[in-house]
């Protein structure tokens, strides 16, 4: 088994067929969307594929260390992860083929007008060994 990240973004990633943003939804229609969300993961489940997912708030903070004895900076010039991801869900499964098909399905959460978003998801793998370093 293999495990996979499906990153869900606000922006930065390219646009979506049905490309209304969530906060122009009613509030039937996000209900609709979080129930797939759900109704996916639990169908994962059942089948041994789901490890964790998770909605993301859009408060956050960049910080990094600045020194021995000197405060953490925080946020700076580039642009917020916070406005970027929306959301991730982490799956495990026996190939790079079947995190293909369940991106695909996850991508066709319901959106604006109960219509499938055909949003773009990014998948990436979790390494599964440190990389190597050759010199």
């Known amino acids: 088994m293999a495990k996979y990240l499906l990153l869900k973004h ?6 979506a067929v049905n490309d209304v943003p969530m906060d122009r939804w009613t509030p039937q229609e996000v209900q609709a969307h979080i ?20 909605a993301l ?5 960049f ?12 946020d700076g ?7 970027l991801i929306a959301g991730w869900m982490v799956i495990d499964v026996d190939s790079y083929e079947r995190a293909l098909e369940l991106a695909g399905e996850l991508s066709a959460a319901p959106g604006a ?3 499938p978003i055909h949003e773009w998801l990014e998948l990436r793998p979790f390494l599964s ?4 370093v050759t010199e």
């Open 113 to 115: 007008g109960g219509e």
């Open 10 to 15: 606000y922006r930065g990633a390219p646009a």
């Open 63 to 74: 910080v990094r260390y600045d020194g021995e004895g000197r405060p953490p900076v925080t």
């Open 35 to 54: 129930a797939y969300m759900h109704d996916f993961a639990a169908r994962l489940e059942k089948t041994g594929e789901f490890v964790d997912g998770q």
């Open 129 to 132: 060994a440190p990389p190597t």
């Open 57 to 61: 708030a859009p408060e956050g903070t």
């Open 77 to 83: 010039p580039f642009a917020e992860t916070k406005d």
